[in-house]
């Protein structure tokens, strides 16, 4: 078939009728000029001889701005005619009308920073139209803004017309944020931000570049401001209860030691003798403003193993050893904040019931004897001292489970003269005695064994807090609620 000659043709068998060519179809208007072509391989072309692709339409520049049209709410493939042929489009009509479009999708291919951006507009009038998303050559996908917060990172960015809005930033492999920004500030420069750290597994909010709330993997909350708080670090306006531990200016917390605090160390591995521990312990939350450096806390006279389950702990199962609290160096020490009437020693322990165990004490040979606080086989706790004014002997109950678990908090208050235990945030015994445990004394105190190296505990240490007053029964239940769920209880 040669040009545009007749090929109307009729099948062999007079059961259809069509146009046929050896090679390839053309079909013409005005004479011979071509309009569209079919090749030898399916392809079609309009306005265009050698098509490429299955179907092509020919977009010079000088050709109409529409490639394909359909009426009846129509759709089109266009160039914008203000681009010089630089972009392709799909436009989508709102009435039958061709000229009044609704909607369009641009490709941008020559734009300068929007080249390779993918455009989305609509229209609130039929007659022009207003980008309202954007995914630009990178990715990145903005809604209601072009500009606004782009940045490496960046994956979505929302923005109003005054450039208020959010983005979705990724920040390292370990990381995803939410960014606020207010309008007068610039692309990078944010007024709020919710941020997740997947390597230390803790989500934080903050609020002008700084960091104000944390929550960590196993629900805990912290306020990061600076300022005090009776029930921590700032201000909490909470309707409930505020289950987290009493900490900071005015809370009386003079020994803040939690082992999941250490570092540097792999599941079950050994922490041997003389091994600085210092670092479990939490100095801005106390009443006692000194540092780790001034406060030495070391293994001292055997070794433990270490593990990274439940938040950290240690495990005196496989070995026994000392933890001996040194009285310190600051000012005042740690032997001066000890020398209080009233006091609360909180754990969170796992007790193995084969026999006497020592959770913490300063109480042995060259110590003042003032606090005692033990298991007992078969789930007792048990509890004495003789040095104090709070009376002499032995004092016991049985209320706590074996080989599980638990918190298990002793008390003195000196204003009603009495002993008092609580296990896992409910109230367990009492004991009347004495009057007051302050004494004078130069030496600190021992956890996982008594302060002279006897009784050394056979279980699970994690959490070893001490107050210099009676905490109250809300207060109690409200630590045990805060962490129960990282010993699964």
Not at 362 to 369: A, C, H, T
Not at 441 to 454: E, H, K, L, P, Y
């Given at each position: 078939m040669v040009g545009c000659a007749d090929g109307l043709v009729s099948g062999p068998d007079k059961e259809d009728l069509g146009l046929r060519a050896t090679d390839n179809m053309v079909f013409c208007t005005g004479g011979a000029n071509e309009r569209v072509r079919i090749t030898g391989i399916g392809s079609v072309g309009v306005n265009i001889n050698n098509p490429f692709a299955q179907f092509q339409v020919n977009s010079t520049k000088n050709a109409e701005t529409d490639r394909f049209h359909a009426e009846n709410y129509h759709l089109a493939l266009r160039n914008p005619a203000d681009d010089n042929g630089e972009s392709i489009g799909l436009s989508f009509g709102i009435t039958s009308n061709a000229t009044k479009v609704g909607a369009a999708i641009l490709h941008e291919r020559d734009g300068g920073g929007s080249q390779g951006s993918l455009q989305f507009y609509t229209s609130s009038d039929g007659n022009s139209l207003s980008e309202r998303l954007r995914i630009d050559s990178s990715g990145r996908l903005l809604l209601g803004t072009t500009t606004e917060g782009v940045s490496t990172g960046d994956k979505f960015t929302i923005a109003t017309s005054s450039n208020t809005g959010m983005t979705l930033r990724s920040g390292t492999s370990n990381e995803g944020n939410i960014f606020f920004s207010d309008g007068t500030s610039g692309a990078d420069e944010y007024r709020g931000s919710i941020q997740y750290n997947h390597g230390s597994n803790f989500l934080t909010i903050g609020t002008d570049g700084v960091e104000r709330l944390r929550i960590n993997q196993h629900g805990t909350i912290t306020n990061t401001t600076n300022s005090s708080h009776s029930q921590g670090a700032g201000t909490f306006n909470i309707k409930g209860i505020i289950n987290q531990y009493s900490q900071g200016s005015g809370s009386g917390l003079i020994f803040d030691c939690d082992f999941g605090r250490l570092t540097g160390y792999a599941d079950n591995a050994s922490i041997a003798n003389s091994a600085n521990l210092s670092s479990a312990l939490a100095h801005s939350t106390t009443d006692w403003t000194s540092s780790s450096s001034n406060t030495p806390m070391t293994v001292n006279g055997g070794s433990f193993n270490y593990r990274v389950g439940f938040g950290?702990?240690?495990?005196?199962?496989?070995?026994?050893?000392?933890?001996?609290?040194?009285?310190?160096?600051?000012?005042?020490?740690?032997?001066?904040?000890?020398?209080?009437?009233?006091?609360?020693?909180?754990?969170?322990?796992?007790?193995?019931?084969?026999?006497?165990?020592?959770?913490?004490?300063?109480?042995?040979?060259?110590?003042?004897?003032?606090?005692?606080?033990?298991?007992?086989?078969?789930?007792?706790?048990?509890?004495?001292?003789?040095?104090?004014?709070?009376?002499?002997?032995?004092?016991?109950?049985?209320?706590?489970?074996?080989?599980?678990?638990?918190?298990?908090?002793?008390?003195?208050?000196?204003?009603?003269?009495?002993?008092?235990?609580?296990?896992?945030?409910?109230?367990?015994?009492?004991?009347?005695?004495?009057?007051?445990?302050?004494?004078?004394?130069?030496?600190?105190?021992?956890?996982?064994?008594?302060?002279?190296?006897?009784?050394?505990?056979?279980?699970?240490?994690?959490?070893?807090?001490?107050?210099?007053?009676?905490?109250?029964?809300?207060?109690?239940?409200?630590?045990?609620?805060?962490?129960?769920?990282?010993?699964?209880?």
């Open positions: 950290g702990y240690l495990d005196c199962v496989q070995n026994e050893g000392r933890v001996s609290i040194g009285a310190g160096s600051g000012v005042p020490a740690m032997s001066d904040k000890l020398n209080t009437a009233s006091m609360t020693i909180e754990t969170w322990i796992w007790y193995d019931g084969a026999g006497r165990e020592v959770i913490v004490s300063r109480y042995g040979s060259g110590f003042p004897n003032q606090f005692n606080m033990l298991c007992d086989p078969n789930g007792q706790f048990h509890y004495n001292n003789t040095g104090v004014g709070a009376g002499g002997g032995n004092i016991t109950g049985q209320h706590f489970p074996d080989k599980t678990w638990h918190h298990h908090l002793w008390q003195y208050d000196s204003g009603n003269n009495v002993n008092r235990w609580y296990i896992n945030g409910a109230f367990a015994n009492s004991a009347s005695a004495g009057s007051s445990l302050a004494v004078g004394s130069s030496t600190g105190f021992a956890i996982a064994s008594r302060a002279d190296d006897m009784e050394r505990w056979d279980g699970k240490i994690a959490i070893v807090r001490i107050y210099n007053r009676a905490l109250s029964a809300t207060e109690i239940k409200n630590h045990f609620e805060l962490e129960r769920g990282r010993f699964g209880v």
